[in-house]
């Protein structure tokens, strides 16, 4: 019997994520939901349709895991789309963010995204194509202080992803980047979250044009998708 395919999504326990696993449902597809949270992923089972949604916890901070995840995922369905989503940051300068810090913010933005990619591309190769659906950041566009190593991660990713992309083509493989403002996910802090929230795009609307680009006819891919709160950048 063929194996179902679906989308797997990581740091799907929060956010843009968690907001991309209710969409993706919402139009049919199976999702594999990854973060290390498992009993916020167990909720999103409840929420959602628990016969479409799969939850396989997973810290991305760690090849192994990332490995082994996959394994688990492929052992049972295909993957015909992958969405790094998986982030984290630190409000700080540059002499502020420790070096502990800075490890954490790129082995987890950057390293935790060519974990997973690297783990889905032989697969894809083999199903006969596929897409990798990236969400970065407006930090990639537009310099913001007191972000200086999640600029690093998100822009080092950006640049891994322009050149994966021009590798990939002749195997049917869409390499997509979302680069969204300020949206209300809980990688703000709750008093910033308060008061600006209103200003800030909802993961919602963010995960709703990641299936949009997903759904996209297969000889047209968008590549790169800037998109800002309407009064503009916090």
Excluded at 10 to 27: C, H, P
Excluded at 49 to 76: L, R, W, Y
Excluded at 100 to 124: A, C, F, Q, R
Excluded at 207 to 217: E, G, M, N, P, T
Aim: charged fraction near 25%; glycine fraction near 6%.
């Amino acid at each position: 019997m063929d194996k179902k395919a679906g989308i797997w999504i990581t740091g799907a326990s929060s956010g843009i994520g968690k907001a991309a696993v209710k969409e993706f449902i919402a139009i049919g597809c199976n999702v594999f939901a990854s973060a290390r949270r498992v009993p916020e992923l167990e909720r999103l089972v409840d929420e959602n349709n628990g016969s479409q949604t799969k939850i396989f916890p997973c810290n991305v901070a760690s090849q192994k895991n990332v490995e082994q995840t996959f394994k688990k995922i492929i052992s049972e369905f295909e993957v015909n789309c992958l969405i790094n989503n998986a982030g984290i940051t630190s409000f700080k300068t540059v002499e502020e963010n420790s070096i502990k810090e800075t490890d954490d913010i790129i082995t987890t933005n950057l390293l935790g995204s060519i974990y997973t990619i690297k783990s889905v591309l032989p697969h894809m190769k083999k199903i006969g194509g596929g897409t990798i659906i990236n969400v970065l950041s407006v930090v990639t566009e537009k310099t913001f202080l007191n972000s200086a190593v999640y600029t690093a991660s998100k822009m080092g990713l950006l640049g891994y992803t322009k050149v994966l992309r021009e590798e990939v083509r002749d195997y049917n493989i869409r390499v997509i980047n979302i680069i969204p403002g300020a949206t209300e996910t809980p990688i703000w802090t709750n008093e910033m979250r308060k008061e600006k929230g209103e200003r800030m795009m909802k993961p919602s609307s963010v995960a709703r044009l990641i299936v949009s680009a997903f759904l996209q006819a297969d000889n047209l891919v968008t590549e790169e998708i800037i998109v800002r709160p309407v009064q503009g950048d916090i």
